[in-house]
């Protein structure tokens, strides 16, 4: 047995070896517990560095979506500095992971490329009004006009995709870190469950009292530890939720990026890939097939009729009879009312025909929309891989300008490329730059036709044509540059200069001491809309100090009937300052008279075409009269253009129509001209048959 001594001295080793032992444990347990807390401030940091660089990411890729880019670039930054600050804090936990660094600094390179290249004037805010984003990056982008644009979106489309890379890179090794933090978190419980089990156990053997107070105060820190794990456990199930909803989101992002959200296909941007991978497959072989771009004919008169809505509706129907004749994989939509097919295997033009003939017989049939029973047609054209191009651009450049020949030829066609489309495509835009310098360069010039009284054998007026004159062609029709001038809206400061020089032509010849009556400008459809004519020409009336009775305005009754109501009003306006207008080319539009008899018209010109064949073709005859009776009721004066003959001038001045403009009596002449032939007896080129019809601008 013990005696007291030993007893005492055992408690005291106990005690000692308890002490000793607890505070050795205990130091253990402080570091554990130290490092432990250490880690999880790490995991913290980490999670927030992860969740910043995830929005960094995010915003990113709606760089590609957005309809408001400069709005989505001011975010990104934001995102990016906050991803940087963030990064930052958790750079000393970091240790030595130096691929981290290379991939943040890369990451922040490749933003800073995008910045750079959003700040590019084609991605400006003007131009995003002009051409919607959405277009930009896939749905309406014509390569053959944008060459430019489709560079600079390239562009950004290749740094968003090697930044993402990286991003993803990031966002992998983040997770990872915190996953290795949860582990070794896990660890460092384990060890000190153990740790205090050894405790637990030697105090048990040398005091039972110390054992329970000591086991009563382990249980209660393994407690908190157990309730430290579950929360970490959330924590991570919390985590992995997340995970799982920005992987859905970012699904769902990438299949918005690919197809339409109108229609449910392919988008430009799909189909482009697409395309490009097909090339690259058949490069080797050179196995041929074919892309067709197709344009819905008249579609805006759908618009403007039936409302956008009904629009929507219409080219969602015609995606479902695209893809019923086609395929889904095999079709998209480029934006608008512009959708593109690719045939494989097209062997020849047949394979690709069978195709186009299908959907345009589907097509043929009536579209139900609610209680409207619309029918539409399309133009399409085709381009065929590697005759006719060996890169997506040029096929669908090319696809583009065989279908702008069908719409040319009727509409509701198709055609297939030839190398002469591009030739007539590389012509037009030659003409179409130079015409942009011809006005500075002076090239334009006025001719003058006179305009005669055959009852009095008199010179009454003129009507002004204009030429170009281009130094390296010569003179080019008005029929090929006019055309161009309308698409481009030069017309509208074309028709301005022609004004002018009719205003300050008849002050030069008035200041001669010349009475040359009037001179009769015409007026383009865009100028009488966008052209502000109320304010331009009395403004240039009062510049060049000339008489309103000086100076008539002709316009075509389908330019005043495209918008009556608007024409109607400024018409008034330029009538009630002192102009006189006419109707040119009258006869060949749709011009309803009893809108007619409200204009505030003075004279009604008789077209050409009806005085071709006087007076032998009885139909253009009784044409003729009844117009002339028609002028005479509404107490209009009346002109016939085109005379030729003698025989049309005694039949028009019989039926009562004096005043007569044609060959017959004169050719257009020069400026310069005109003055000796004021100061003639009544002259000219009498008897001389045109080879073309002289329109106000041929």
């Known amino acids: 047995m013990f005696n007291t001594l030993t007893l005492r001295k055992i408690a005291n080793f106990s005690f000692a070896a308890i002490l000793g032992g607890s505070i050795a444990v205990g130091t253990l347990l402080l570091l554990l517990l130290r490092d432990y807390e250490q880690i999880i401030a790490d995991q913290q940091l980490s999670k927030s560095a992860y969740e910043a660089l995830f929005v960094l990411k995010y915003d990113t890729e709606r760089l590609l979506t957005t309809s408001d880019l400069e709005k989505q670039t001011h975010t990104l930054i934001q995102s990016k500095e906050e991803f940087n600050k963030r990064f930052a804090v958790l750079t000393p936990s970091i240790g030595d992971k130096k691929e981290w660094f290379q991939f943040r600094n890369i990451v922040l390179s490749e933003l800073e490329k995008i910045e750079i290249l959003l700040k590019d004037e084609n991605f400006s805010k003007q131009n995003m009004m002009e051409k919607s984003l959405l277009r930009r990056l896939g749905e309406g982008l014509n390569a053959n006009e944008n060459s430019v644009y489709y560079i600079k979106i390239r562009d950004l489309n290749n740094n968003i995709a090697y930044l993402k890379q990286y991003e993803d890179f990031l966002l992998d090794e983040l997770y990872t870190f915190q996953f290795n933090n949860t582990s070794q978190a896990d660890k460092h419980i384990a060890e000190a469950k153990l740790m205090i089990i ?248 006025l001719y003058y036709q006179p305009q005669v009284d055959m009852s009095r054998g008199e010179i009454i007026g003129f009507e002004a044509l204009i030429r170009w004159n281009n130094p390296e062609i010569g003179l080019i029709s008005p029929l090929k540059f006019i055309p161009i001038a309308e698409e481009t809206g030069l017309i509208i400061e074309i028709g301005e200069w022609i004004l002018e020089e009719a205003c300050r032509q008849m002050m030069q010849w008035r200041s001669q001491g010349l009475n040359p009556g009037y001179i009769a400008v015409n007026i383009s459809a865009k100028q009488l809309i966008h052209g502000n004519l109320e304010k331009v020409v009395p403004a240039l009336l009062k510049q060049y100090r000339c008489n309103p009775d000086w100076i008539e305005l002709e316009l075509t009754e389908s330019i005043i009937m495209n918008n009556p109501e608007y024409s109607k009003n400024i018409l008034t306006q330029l009538s009630e300052s002192g102009l006189k207008l006419a109707i040119d080319d009258f006869g060949t539009g749709y011009s309803s008279l009893a809108y007619l008899k409200n204009l505030p018209i003075n004279k009604l010109k008789i077209d050409k075409s009806f005085v071709d064949n006087l007076p032998y073709n009885q139909a253009d005859g009784e044409i003729v009269k009844s117009i002339i009776h028609l002028c005479k009721g509404l107490q209009l004066k009346i002109v016939a253009e085109g005379i030729e003959t003698e025989a049309q001038g005694k039949f028009l001045l019989q039926e009562g129509c004096p005043i007569a403009q044609g060959y017959y009596y004169f050719r257009p002449l020069l400026a310069s001209q005109i003055p000796a032939l004021l100061d003639s007896p009544w002259g000219g080129n009498k008897g001389e048959k045109s080879e073309e019809k002289e329109k106000p601008y041929d």
Request: aromatic share 10%; net charge negative; charged share 25%.
């Open 198 to 445: 050894w405790v637990i156990a030697i105090t048990f053997l040398l005091l039972i009292v110390l054992a329970y107070i000591v086991s009563r105060t382990i249980k209660k820190a393994e407690n908190n530890l157990l309730g430290i794990q579950v929360n970490l456990r959330i924590a991570l199930a919390e985590l992995e939720e997340k995970q799982k909803i920005l992987v859905s989101q970012r699904d769902i992002l990438e299949y918005s990026a690919h197809y339409d959200s109108l229609t449910d296909i392919p988008n430009r941007l799909h189909f482009v890939e697409k395309l490009t991978q097909l090339i690259g497959r058949h490069k080797d072989t050179s196995e041929p097939f074919a892309v067709w771009f197709i344009d819905l004919d008249r579609f805006k008169e759908i618009n403007d009729s039936f409302g956008h809505s009904i629009g929507d509706r219409v080219l969602q129907e015609v995606a479902i009879r695209l893809n019923e004749a086609i395929g889904k994989e095999s079709i998209a939509r480029f934006g608008g009312d512009e959708f593109a097919i690719i045939v494989e295997n097209a062997q020849n033009f047949h394979d690709t025909e069978v195709i186009i003939k299908r959907f345009l017989k589907m097509l043929s049939d009536p579209l139900m929309i609610d209680s409207y029973e619309i029918f539409i047609t399309c133009s399409a054209g085709a381009s065929f891989f590697p005759k006719d191009a060996h890169n997506a651009e040029e096929l669908l450049r090319n696809a583009d300008s065989a279908m702008y020949q069908a719409k040319a030829e009727g509409k509701n066609t198709y055609k297939f490329y030839t190398q002469e489309m591009t030739q007539r495509v590389y012509e037009r835009l030659t003409l179409e730059n130079s015409l942009r310098k011809a006005l500075s360069h002076d090239e334009l010039i």
